[in-house]
């Protein structure tokens, strides 16, 4: 659910609220995703334990409204294997 952070910025005597959307930190199909800023470009996931990505990291973008967006390079289920 998009977030919204005020901060107060100073302009004149003025005091002006400007309020900025935010993704909200969350663990969504088996990767952990920090805050971010709305449409601030790509954020990186971090695999939950017993899951990997292939190569590099997942990674999606928070778009304009405050959500993120599909994954890319998802994190995949650990696979074991079995010693005879």
């Known amino acids: 659910m998009p977030t919204a952070a005020n901060n107060h910025v100073r302009r004149g005597s003025e005091d002006a609220r400007i309020t900025a959307l935010t ?3 969350t663990n969504d199909d088996h990767a952990a995703w920090p805050d971010a800023p709305a449409n601030d470009g790509i954020v990186e996931g971090t695999c939950l334990p ?10 999606r973008a928070c778009d304009l409204t405050g959500t993120f967006t599909a994954i890319v390079n998802p994190c995949l289920r650990t696979r074991m294997m079995l010693l005879r």
Request: include cysteine; aromatic fraction near 24%; glycine fraction near 16%.
């Open 23 to 25: 993704c909200e930190a």
């Open 50 to 59: 017993g899951y990997y990505v292939e190569e590099g990291k997942p990674y």
